[in-house]
Each structure stands twice: as structure tokens, then as C-alpha cells.
């Protein structure tokens, strides 16, 4: 379909009138298609020639209007490190409209009512990280949100530098956060929180719809998505760095990408957010902070269901997310569900990695191609011993299965390319220089993380030493 024939709706907007303020969007000077996402186009029924287009770049510049289109922002409040704000809302993204079941989103088209003082800016930088993760962690099959297209601009702004803004089409099934209900309880607005909860409940859990007790079970499903959300991050090495309930997707997506990382070196108490002084959201702290992120949700749906019903799923919180995270680690490993030992073989393997300073991704696709010859693998780590206590373990524990099935499954299991942040700031790097070619590539590879992709091989390896463990800023 061309994007003069699209016509979308705005059903965010049949909720009350606190939820959400009318936009204006203001133009960036000059703009040009960075990149566009034809897989996405092709599920929002968009004519794949129609991305390449002038008209496209309007569109992602606000310049050009789908039919239907009524522009907003969505308002909400959120813990943010553990502290809570009573009004937060979208400071740099207006709602463009809905197509089918995806809502899409222009993020750094300028100033909202909840911009804070803030431009209503995305920088060239960060939007790159945002684009290019949210099709990695799609290809991963972690829930997330999805990006249409790319434009930059000759438009400036001022960081810590100034930087040119750029601005992303965001598209996702659902936008409302945890801090959407914080908002409205904080507020005693218990009309237009019923009228949320039931519009969340037809938008992502179409199931419960008019069954008994509703909006436990709408907070049940909550804990079990989110529970599983952060198993494959954990699973697969993802730091999100600002877990603020704000950034909490109630339809259990990985939402909100900033300082974000995935592990080098396997380091439990790995932060990526340099303002992240205590650690809060470190790579380990993520499954217990979505349960305390959880828990504030809980207290917000108090007034429509009663908190002895919802402590019980909550409650059922850590064998949840516990059984999730073996069951991807165990996929990982190469085995036939979970057997006794296996989780102490899990925690220890983990243990080891981080003693020996190893690459994760680059540890757990090696292992997938292990059949007893065990140089490769100990060429990961700076000295030998604990891998091969560890891999006498894993051999036991191997011994009985079909190996041709088990590296089936561990290929497929374990990517042999994730976005680490030294191959997103060498791309940025040219980027700011005008040259987008290494975004085509990344893209490419985040498309396909699991195939060979022999000309990207490099970026198979281990990060360079100078690289590994970098701490990036909220505004990345």
C-alpha cells in the first residue's frame, strides 16, 4: 500500500483526556533517509518502494500527514532509581497514529508538554543505538519494540557537544508503561485508571477480556511476561542500564533503549550506565528489579483489585523467572530440558567465565561447535584449568545426546553476532561524518545474528581490550 492510501486510527485517544496531550511536532532543518526498515513496512502493509521515497522522509519528519492521523503524547509518572516522579509523559515522542495493531511513534520530532525544559530532541547517536538494537533483539525473539526508519538532519543540539538530531519511527503493539497506572493511582484517578487497565487488557491480553476478576489476572500475566522478558536478558547477556518503572513495557517488550549493553567480558555486577553510581540497574540486579518495578505496579492496580489476590502471582515471581532462565540456558547448552545439576552446572559456568575474563557470546558459540577437541574453547580464557574442570562437567552431562541434534540446537541458540558498544560507536563514528555504510552492516548482522556472515567476521571475535566494559550516559 502507498502512504497516500494509508489511513490510521488513534485509539489511544478514546481514553479519558488526562491520558495523553495533543502535539505539536516541529520539523528538523534539512533531513535525509539514514535507513528504513523494509521488514517492518512489510508488516504495516507498506509498499516496500514507498520507504525510499521523498514522502517517506516527510513523514518521519512530520511533514507529511497519514490520513487519520491526530497527533499526541502520552502522559505517565515513574520510580525513577527508586524514586518517584509524579509526571513524566513522552518529552520527545509524538504519536503519529495506529495501523492494524501497531502504534507508531516519531522519537526526537521536538517539544512536548512533558518535555521537562528539555528540546524534544534525539541525537544522531542514540538513534542509531535504538534503531539498530530494537531489530537485534527481534531477531534474538526478545520482546521488543520495532523502528520503521531513520532520518538525520542538519538540524543542531546541544549535549555535552553540539550534535546533530535525528528522529526514529518507533512501532510497537503497546507503548504503556508501569508508570501509565503509577500516574493515575498517584493522582486518585480511579476512573481513568479502570479505563487504562481495560484498554490494555483488549490492546495485549485480548484473553481475559470479560472473564471474572479481570484485573488480576491482568496483573498475573504481567509477572509471567515479565518474569520471561528478563530470562532472555539475562540469557543472552542484555544490560538494559535504566530499568525506571517509566521504561516498563506492560505488554512484557523490551522498551526504551539508552545506555544499554551486552556483556564482553562476563561480569555479574557489570553496569553500562555511567550515572548509575550504586549499581542499581547493573547486569545482575535486573530480575530482582523487575520484581520490586512489579511490586510498584501492584500497589498502582490496588484500587481495582485487591493486593492479597495479586501478591500471590507475585509471589510465584522467582520460580517463574527462575524456571524461564534455565529453560533458554539449558536451550543454550545443548539440552533436553532440565535436569538435576544442571543449575549449579549453569551458575558455575557463569562463574568461571567471569573468573577467566571471558567473552561471553563469543564462549557460548564456541561451545556450540565443541565435539571434545577443546582449544578453541580454552584460547577464550587467560589460563585453563577451571574450563576444563568445568568442561569434564559438561561432558558428563553431554555424553548421552545426539550430537548432531544438540549443535542444531546451540546454533540456533546462541547468536555468533550481537551489537556490542564498540562496534555501534565505530558505526556511529562514521555516521557523524556522514557515511552510513557501517549502519547498513550492522543492520544486516542484527537481522541474522545467528548466520555465519564470514565478511563480518571481526566483529565474531572478543572486544578489543581497549573497548570492553564501557559506561554510557542516559542520553545515549
Known amino acids: 500500500m502507498k502512504l497516500n492510501e494509508l489511513i490510521v486510527t488513534n485509539p489511544y485517544l478514546n481514553l479519558p483526556s488526562a491520558c495523553y496531550d495533543k502535539s505539536v511536532a516541529t520539523p528538523l532543518t534539512n533531513p535525509h533517509l ?20 521523498d514522502t517517506f522522509v516527510n513523514l518521519l519528519n512530520s511533514e507529511y500527514s497519514l490520513e487519520g492521523s491526530d497527533i499526541f503524547s502520552m502522559c505517565y509518572a515513574g520510580h525513577q532509581f527508586g524514586h518517584f516522579v509524579p509526571r513524566l509523559g513522552d518529552g520527545r515522542v509524538i504519536n503519529i497514529g495506529t495501523i492494524g495493531t501497531y502504534h507508531l511513534q516519531l522519537k526526537g520530532a521536538g517539544e512536548t508538554l512533558y518535555s521537562r525544559h528539555g528540546d524534544g530532541r534525539a541525537v544522531l547517536r542514540s538513534s542509531i543505538r535504538e534503531y539498530l538494537l530494537s531489530e537485534a533483539m527481534q531477531a534474538l525473539s526478545i520482546p521488543t519494540t520495532l523502528c520503521l526508519g531513520l532520518i538525520g538532519s542538519e538540524h543542531d ?8 538530531a535525528a528522529i526514529v519511527c518507533r512501532v510497537s ?45 491482568l496483573f498475573n500475566d504481567v509477572v509471567v511476561i515479565t518474569a520471561r522478558l528478563m530470562a532472555q536478558w539475562m540469557s543472552v547477556g542484555f544490560n538494559h542500564g535504566v530499568m525506571n518503572t517509566d521504561n516498563m513495557s506492560i505488554a512484557g517488550l523490551t522498551i526504551d533503549y539508552g545506555p544499554y549493553a551486552f556483556l564482553d567480558d562476563f561480569k555479574h555486577d557489570y553496569v553500562c550506565n555511567h550515572t548509575d553510581e550504586q549499581g542499581r540497574y547493573s547486569f545482575e540486579n535486573q530480575p530482582s528489579v523487575a520484581k520490586w518495578n512489579l511490586e510498584r505496579l501492584m500497589m498502582a492496580l490496588t484500587p481495582l483489585t485487591t493486593i492479597d489476590k495479586m501478591q500471590k502471582a507475585l509471589m510465584m515471581y522467582d520460580k517463574i523467572y527462575t524456571r524461564y532462565f534455565h529453560y533458554y540456558m539449558c536451550k543454550k547448552l545443548g539440552f533436553e530440558g532440565t535436569m538435576e545439576g544442571d543449575p549449579e552446572l549453569i551458575d558455575d559456568m557463569f562463574d568461571m567465565l567471569e573468573l577467566l575474563h571471558v567473552d561471553y557470546t563469543l564462549f557460548m558459540r564456541t561451545l556450540s561447535h565443541y565435539e ?10 587467560l589460563y585453563h584449568e577451571p574450563m576444563n574442570l568445568w568442561l569434564d562437567r ?35 563514528d562514521a555516521a557523524e561524518s556522514g557515511d552510513y555504510s557501517m549502519v547498513d552492516d550492522l543492520f544486516t548482522i542484527a537481522k541474522k545474528p545467528f548466520d555465519e556472515h564470514v565478511t563480518f567476521e571481526r566483529w565474531s571475535k572478543a572486544t578489543p581490550q581497549e573497548f570492553k566494559n564501557q559506561r554510557l550516559s542516559c542520553s545515549s
Not at 528504513?36 to 502493509?45: G, P
Not at 543540539?157 to 546533530?164: A, D, G, P
Not at 545426539?402 to 556490542?420: A, F, G, H, W
Open 372 to 381: 571434545g577437541e577443546r582449544e578453541a574453547l580454552l584460547s577464550t580464557g
Open 34 to 53: 539514514i535507513h528504513a526498515n523494509t521488514n517492518v513496512a512489510k508488516v504495516l502493509n507498506i509498499d516496500t518502494e514507498e520507504i525510499e521515497t
Open 157 to 164: 543540539v546541544r549535549r555535552e557537544s553540539i550534535e546533530k
Open 394 to 428: 559438561y561432558d558428563t552431562r553431554t555424553e548421552n545426546l545426539d550430537k548432531i541434534e544438540r549443535k542444531k540446537q546451540m546454533l540456533t541458540s546462541n547468536p555468533k553476532y550481537v551489537l556490542k558498544n564498540y562496534m555501534l560507536e565505530e558505526a556511529i
Open 173 to 217: 503493539t503497546s507503548w504503556v508503561r508501569f508508570g501509565t497506572f503509577e500516574y493515575f493511582a498517584s493522582q486518585g484517578m480511579k476512573d481513568e485508571l479502570k479505563a487504562l487497565a481495560d484498554y490494555v487488557i483488549e490492546e495485549s491480553f485480548a484473553h481475559i477480556s470479560g472473564k471474572e476478576d479481570k484485573y488480576t489476572r
